[in-house]
């Protein structure tokens, strides 16, 4: 049976679509041949075709056996579910964003690349294909009624928040409290709007979107916890007993060593694991991150 790859992302994917043209279709080339509108309608069998069409050529390319066609009726049954459970509590469906997320599919998969990295770029992308339709400071009793415009659904307040919002980057030697991953939290702030009072919150230090405390590990900084100071990573072969290594290693034992390659011992078994360079971890092997599997192609 086909298994629909990263269940995860699929979930995540769930308002994506393709269309030939503006009006919808159900072979998956609307992302890339110029369409920017998906209708809800064509959702379901547009999505499954653009998602089969990209993994089916991945798994040519392996070669593994692949059934187009029951991959495409599998998956047009989930993203059908998918995208109900994402309209509920007055969600609408974005026409414009479908178009992005799926544009965004097609040309992310094409590489075949099956990466954290990779889902993650998509995901961003297809987030906000369904969304709630409130603005910040409206009523709200949870995160999905509020709007692309708005942030979150405050529980205390009961109101739509303003948008969280990345802190400054800090430049190399500049005084600082944290290393960051633009995804995580503690890059973020609530953005300030006066008082704290509906539609916003004011706070100080990390959730303060306008002090800068962050370096940035995508400008290749640390904070160093020594020296609170903005520094470059750690070259492979140097300590990291208070230093973070460079991009492409990882701390071992005390000292910044070269990611694992595909077949090489890791411990975490996790699918997301930071010592093997694919990022996946599995019985205690680095294994490839690519698209096509034995059971992603349905063998």
Partial sequence: MIRILFVALAMALAGCSSSD?????????????????????????????????????????????????????????????????RLEGNRVFDPTAAGSCIATLQSQFATCSGSAATNAIVIAACKSVTHGTKAVGEACTADPECGPSAGDCDLDKHVCTAPITLAPHLALGASCEESCDAAAENCRGILDTGSGGAGGVTQAGFDDPTHPHACYLSDGLYCDDATHACAAPAAIGASCATATCAAGSFCDAGTCAALRADGAPCTSDDIDDRTCASGYCVSKSCRSSHLATASSCGG
């Fill in 21 to 85: 043209d503006s009006t919808g279709g159900s072979d998956g080339g609307g992302g890339s041949d110029g369409a920017t509108t998906i209708t809800q309608s064509d959702y379901p069998a547009d999505y499954a075709a653009a998602y089969c069409k990209a993994l089916g050529s991945c798994c040519s390319a392996v070669p593994l056996a692949f059934d187009e066609a029951k991959c495409r009726s599998d998956t047009t049954i989930s993203a059908t579910s998918d995208l109900q459970n």
